[in-house]
């Protein structure tokens, strides 16, 4: 039985597209396909039906996965303990890692870009996305997310806290009533996220504050907020590491209008035996501890 053929039967069950199978291994789409159709062809029976939505396992399928599964630790096991010349130089294999846009995008990128260039066989997939990334459906082998995962086999650390401040652009303050207490708010337009489409209960802020009648912006993105309150659209609440460094912008109430929310980092539990994974991880950790004062500045007063 070819391993190669059977690691790749495992992308698809995981992943559930040959295109998403073939990214996570780094190869064509077709050579997932063809080692997919040789592995049935072997078996003497179809492993997946083929549906518009990508590939499902049938029965069979479903009956082999436990089997390469455990192969696949064995197999862990054995690199795990092969001799080190492997040290973290060694990295190799692609790691996609999943998290918040601001996050993602601000503090994680650059410095898991740099780590790529110190690791060349490294791959790393940042998905830094407004919405939730499963790891029981193989979307990411690292995800750092807002709510701690409570379901499922899975390894959950505490990353980091991290604050929120409602902000507006100093002319836009300028030119408005002052924000003395929060009654004053109702005087001003507001940037929000879309509320049916808010994929966590964890950035639901604007309500204990003040209930407008009505939205002047709103976005499933935190950049595009960010965005709309420079041009003077409205306040909005906004990571302090997305906003305090803007010097147009300035914090409004800043006594009461401060927020902190916790980022969790989880993988699956089979995942600490990668050691791709697991260097990814630690390096996380080691990014997050280094920005701490970014994350959790101290409190700034405000202009207006």
Same mark, same amino acid.
């Given at each position: #039985?070819?391993?190669? /053929?059977?690691?790749?039967?495992?992308?698809?069950?995981?992943?559930?597209?040959?295109?998403?199978?073939?990214?996570?291994?780094?190869?064509?789409?077709?050579?997932?396909?063809?080692?997919?159709?040789?592995?049935?062809?072997? #078996?003497?029976?179809?492993?997946?039906?083929?549906?518009?939505?990508?590939?499902?396992?049938?029965?069979?399928?479903?009956?082999?996965?436990?089997?390469?599964?455990? #192969?696949?630790?064995?197999?862990?096991?054995?690199?795990?303990?092969?001799?080190? /010349?492997?040290?973290?130089?060694?990295?190799?294999?692609?790691?996609?890692?999943?998290?918040?846009?601001?996050?993602?995008?601000?503090?994680?990128?650059?410095?898991?870009?740099?780590?790529?260039?110190?690791?060349?066989?490294?791959s790393i997939d940042l998905l830094a996305l407004p919405r939730l990334l499963h790891l029981s459906r193989r979307e990411a082998d690292i995800v750092i997310s807002l709510e701690r995962p409570t379901r499922g086999s899975v390894i959950v650390t505490k990353l980091a806290d991290y604050t929120l401040c409602l902000?507006?652009?100093?002319?836009?303050?300028?030119?408005?009533?002052?924000?003395?207490?929060?009654?004053?708010?109702?005087?001003?337009?507001?940037? /929000?996220?879309?509320?049916d489409l808010l994929f966590t209960k964890e950035l639901q802020f604007i309500d204990q504050l003040h209930q407008p009648e009505r939205f002047a912006f709103r976005s499933t993105s935190i950049s595009a907020q960010y965005e709309a309150v420079r041009v003077g659209a409205g306040l909005a609440v906004l990571p302090?590491?997305?906003?305090?460094?803007?010097?147009?912008?300035?914090?409004?109430?800043?006594?009461?209008?401060?927020?902190?929310?916790?980022?969790?980092?989880?993988?699956?539990?089979?995942?600490?035996?990668?050691?791709?994974?697991?260097?990814?991880?630690?390096?996380?950790?080691?990014?997050?501890?280094?920005?701490?004062?970014?994350?959790?500045?101290?409190?700034?007063?405000?202009?207006?």
């Open positions: #039985m070819d391993w190669d /053929n059977l690691r790749y039967f495992l992308e698809v069950a995981r992943v559930g597209t040959l295109v998403a199978a073939a990214r996570r291994t780094g190869v064509e789409h077709t050579t997932v396909a063809r080692r997919i159709q040789a592995l049935e062809k072997q #078996m003497g029976t179809p492993l997946f039906t083929r549906e518009a939505s990508g590939h499902r396992l049938t029965e069979a399928g479903r009956q082999l996965l436990p089997a390469v599964e455990a #192969m696949e630790l064995a197999v862990l096991g054995v690199e795990q303990s092969a001799p080190a /010349n492997a040290s973290a130089s060694g990295l190799s294999g692609l790691v996609r890692v999943g998290a918040t846009e601001g996050f993602g995008t601000l503090i994680l990128a650059p410095y898991l870009a740099e780590f790529t260039r110190t690791h060349p066989g490294l902000y507006g652009q100093r002319e836009y303050l300028a030119r408005k009533p002052l924000v003395a207490q929060r009654e004053d708010l109702r005087h001003h337009a507001f940037v /929000n996220y879309v509320d302090a590491f997305l906003a305090d460094r803007d010097p147009i912008l300035s914090r409004v109430l800043p006594q009461e209008a401060e927020f902190t929310r916790t980022f969790w980092m989880s993988m699956p539990q089979e995942a600490r035996q990668q050691s791709r994974i697991q260097a990814v991880w630690e390096f996380i950790k080691q990014v997050t501890a280094k920005e701490q004062d970014l994350l959790r500045p101290t409190r700034r007063g405000a202009a207006h």
